[in-house]
T-cell receptor, first 115, second 113 residues
Framework: ETGVTQSPTHLIKTRGQQVTLRCSSQSGHNTVSWYQQALGQGPQFIFQYYREEENGRGNFPPRFSGLQFPNYSSELNVNALELDDSALYLC??????????????FGPGTRLTVL | QQQVKQSPQSLIVQKGGISIINCAYE??????FPWYQQFPGKGPALLIAIRPDVSEKKEGRFTISFNKSAKQFSLHIMDSQPGDSATYFC????????????FGSGTKLNVKP
């Protein structure tokens, strides 16, 4: 059983550019959540995908968007990058079945630096 | 508005001592309270979690104490070890809202040998 993986590990972009981050969920999991963790802060919920549809969103602008694919992997896209978007982006996957919650597992994150 | 407030920001404990981290929440609809441990360069990993129907949960050296009326919960690490040095996050969520977790700001624990 493989854990949650994310790519790339590190990324440097300039202000105004667009970025795509990728996440492969743990085997058997059908739900992916994305979090932004600024330096020295706790993770903040961006959104969640369940069965390929967005299922809940935090307080992030529309330039943060995502996708979930049939194999339950996911992408986070950020347009018009701003300096404050510099952070560790975490993906977490879990199995939701019959409305019952199961533990979510985090990937190691992608460190995004916006210059 | 910060949904979960965590203190202290940093903590230094001698090996063998007790580490205590506190969290407070506002939303009484929260019904799941996990603690996560994060090492540098890694994602958070679930350490221990509690539901509000119990006041305490113990797993090995880790104990969560939960006070529903005060809307507070805390993590106690007994016999703290240098390997426990990490950043700890409390979190809260509503199970019916799947995995929308609200995290505290974190506590950096340093256990000195």
């Amino acid at each position: 059983e493989t854990g949650v993986t994310q790519s790339p590990t590190h990324l440097i972009k300039t202000r105004g550019q667009q970025v795509t981050l990728r996440c492969s969920s743990q085997s058997g999991h059908n739900t992916v959540s994305w979090y932004q963790q600024a330096l020295g802060q706790g993770p903040q919920f961006i959104f969640q995908y369940y069965r390929e549809e967005e299922n809940g969103r935090g307080n992030f602008p529309p330039r943060f968007s995502g996708l979930q694919f049939p194999n339950y992997s996911s992408e986070l896209n950020v347009n018009a990058l701003e300096l404050d978007d510099s952070a560790l982006y975490l993906c977490a996957s879990s199995l939701v079945s019959g409305g019952l919650y199961n533990e979510q597992f985090f990937g190691p994150g992608t460190r995004l630096t916006v210059l | 508005q910060q949904q979960v407030k965590q203190s202290p920001q940093s903590l230094i404990v001698q090996k063998g001592g007790i580490s205590i981290i506190n969290c407070a929440y506002e939303n009484t609809a929260f019904d799941y309270f996990p603690w996560y441990q994060q090492f540098p360069g890694k994602g958070p990993a679930l350490l221990i979690a509690i539901r509000p129907d119990v006041s305490e949960k113990k797993e090995g050296r880790f104990t969560i104490s939960f006070n529903k009326s005060a809307k507070q919960f805390s993590l106690h690490i007994m016999d703290s070890q240098p390997g426990d040095s990490a950043t700890y996050f409390c979190a809260a969520s509503m199970i019916g809202n799947f995995n929308k977790f609200y995290f505290g700001s974190g506590t950096k624990l340093n256990v000195k040998p």
